[in-house]
């Protein structure tokens, strides 16, 4: 499928966002968060040049299922970070172990259902951490009211990748047109709650 | 010229400037004159806008006319190679000697201009204008595939030109941003002659893929692709861009490692393109990051 000019447009509004992130958006933080968000947006720049320059063609390769967990661990173990202290070795060994494990389910022949539910469970974590924890501390005054988009980044990041996933694991839950038509905007989209939840929704 | 003959196209000064401009290869020079103007960028002084546009101007007509006189001595290698048979220089539409004058005109405006603003500037991009006509063009690059690095040391002069320029001498963050360039040549070049593999060979000139093999050229997109990064990452550092800057260029710099390596170990036709785009994209965003 030819990628249109909107969706070229639509990318590089994602990649320029996500710059800005990495550069600007995430100034003043701790170490560890700094590291986490700069993976993430730093990998959804790249992905995003990526798929600019080569097309939808680019979500041929095999590697995309690693890349689009990386985005939303990366993001879940800088918000656990950052929030719930308590959590945060257990969360970072998550993160670490999640990616192992999907790249290695990923790297090597199997059968069965195995690579399917690693896949299915860190997505599923990560991508409720993400949505949950900003909604949470943004509900209960913790964090500003709009510290909420972080959370709604959350659950389309979380749609996007389970969206990708599954179509790169050979069962797509919608087709693969569509995903396709979608994805651009929902990338935009989604770089947009987490730029601004992060900016506006700051103590 | 003669007004009794019948006017050609050959004769129209606004055909044969149009042609003449699409010989300066306009892409590459404009690349080329950002990392001039990042150079200047780079040493942070209080800007001098008038400068900098005079700077710009005559680098990019030292730039153009070296491109040109490039174009003149080639035009028998780009009418055997398909990619290139159209262009005003092998397709027969601008004569030799048109060529040859127009390149030489420009280039002259262009150095002699550098020379006037600073000399030590104007020596520099006369150094990049001999290394590209005389070293490359005219000497190596029919007889050795190792005329790229001459090339290399060519398409590094500009930002050592704008650095030179800025701060007055040649300094180690000069060095090492005319580094950076140099080593990005080959991801660029190399990339660019096994995807035009059959082209080159069709030409007879040598070529990393045609003397040593796909696999050892691949290798040395990924030693060079490093040693890129590692210098703009070093000069950076040195110039003392902001975190933020220095985190960008670190993202973007992995990227283009991540391709670099994935030419080496999962080599195709996609990634070899990829590698291609990703790297010119990478030196004008990296370029444009040391200028702030």
């Known amino acids: 499928m030819k990628m249109s000019p909107l969706n070229r447009l639509l990318l590089l509004l994602t990649g320029l966002l996500a710059a800005y992130q990495v550069a600007i958006g995430i100034n003043g933080l701790d170490e560890v968060p700094i590291i986490a968000y700069t993976i993430a947006f730093g990998v959804l720049l790249v992905a995003g040049l990526l798929l600019i320059i080569l097309g939808f063609e680019a979500l041929d390769s095999p590697i995309v299922v690693i890349v689009s967990t990386v985005i939303p661990l990366a993001l879940a173990t800088g918000l656990v970070w950052q929030h719930l202290a308590s959590f945060r070795t257990s969360y970072l060994i998550f993160a670490i172990g999640g990616f192992l494990a999907i ?35 943004a509900a209960d005054g913790t964090m500003k009211p709009a510290f909420a988009l972080v959370g709604l980044g959350g659950a389309l990041i979380g749609l996007g990748g389970l969206l990708l996933s599954f179509l790169k694991a050979g069962k797509p839950i919608v087709p693969r047109q569509t995903i396709l038509k979608i994805l651009p905007a929902l990338l935009l989209l989604m770089t947009i709650c987490f730029v601004a939840g992060f900016y506006v929704g700051r103590d | 010229m003669n007004h009794q003959t019948p006017i050609t196209n050959h004769q129209l000064p606004i055909t044969t400037f149009r042609q003449l401009w699409t010989l300066t290869k306009p892409l590459q020079s404009g690349l080329l004159l950002t990392t001039g103007i990042a150079g200047y960028m780079s040493a942070h002084t209080p800007p001098n806008f008038a400068l900098l546009l005079v700077m710009s101007a005559s680098l990019f007509l030292a730039i153009a006319g070296s491109t040109i006189l490039n174009m003149w001595y080639d035009h028998d290698i780009d009418a055997k190679m398909r990619r290139t048979q159209k262009r005003p ?17 420009v280039s002259i405006l262009g150095i002699g201009w550098a020379a006037a603003i600073q000399p030590l500037y104007g020596f520099v991009v006369f150094l990049g204008w001999f290394f590209d006509v005389v070293v490359y063009t005219l000497w190596l690059k029919r007889r050795t595939c190792w005329s790229i690095v001459w090339g290399g040391i060519s398409g590094a002069m500009p930002i050592l030109a704008g650095r030179v320029l800025a701060v007055g001498e040649v300094d180690m963050i000069g060095l090492l941003l005319a580094a950076s360039v140099l080593f990005w040549i080959p991801t660029h070049t190399l990339t660019f ?88 994209l990478y030196m004008l965003i990296s370029m444009m990051l040391l200028s702030i």
């Open chain 1, 103 to 137: 790249t290695l389910t990923r790297s090597i022949p199997m059968r069965g259902k195995l690579p399917i539910f690693v896949l299915a469970l860190v997505h599923g974590i990560a991508g409720m951490t993400i949505f949950l924890l900003p909604s949470i501390l």
């Open chain 2, 89 to 105: 220089n092998a397709s027969g539409e601008l004569t030799r000697a048109e060529i040859f004058r127009g390149g030489m005109m």
């Open chain 2, 193 to 280: 002659s096994i995807k035009f593999f059959d082209d080159y060979n069709a030409a007879g000139v040598p070529t990393f893929p045609s003397t040593y093999g796909f696999d050892t050229t691949r290798a040395i997109i990924a030693l060079s692709s490093i040693i890129a990064a590692a210098s703009i990452g070093t000069a950076s550092v040195m110039i003392g861009v902001q975190a933020g800057i220095l985190r960008l260029l670190i993202v973007l710099s992995s990227g283009l490692l991540l391709l670099s390596f994935a030419t080496v170990f999962r080599p195709s036709e996609r990634v070899n393109f990829s590698l291609f785009k990703y790297a010119s």
